[in-house]
């Protein structure tokens, strides 16, 4: 069983930076990959970015330039600069590895508004 605590959410500005949290723990395997996705009111939840425990990352393509992932073990983080009003959604930290159904942390709230 993995648990996923996520920290970091709140409200900026457009053009504004947040960095999102996710320290993972429990019965976690070598290989694996953790990843963000965000889901804004009436919308479907989407991947906005995954990094591999080999330290391969994946990008929407709404975020590239503008969002980072990175990892240090089991805890990861989505460093998000230059927000916009489109960015704000309920953000979830997802954890994927074999022999496993996903695990997903609580969602945090980011909301970019003037």
């Known amino acids: 069983q993995v648990q996923l605590v996520e920290s970091g959410g709140g409200s900026v500005q457009p053009g504004g930076s947040l960095r999102l949290s996710c320290a993972a723990s429990?019965?976690?395997?070598?290989?694996?990959?953790m990843g963000w996705y965000r889901q804004a009111p009436g919308k479907q939840r989407e991947l906005v970015a995954g990094?591999?425990?080999?330290?391969s990352t994946n990008y929407a393509d709404s975020v590239k330039g503008r969002f980072t992932i990175s990892r240090d073990k089991n805890t990861v983080y989505l460093q998000m600069n230059s927000l916009k009003p489109e960015d704000t959604a309920i953000y979830y930290c997802?954890?994927?590895?074999?022999?496993?159904?996903?695990?997903w942390g609580q969602g945090t709230q980011v909301t970019v508004s003037s």
């Open positions: 997802n954890l994927r590895q074999i022999m496993s159904a996903d695990s």
């Open positions: 429990g019965i976690i395997y070598r290989s694996n990959t």
């Open positions: 990094i591999t425990s080999g330290g």
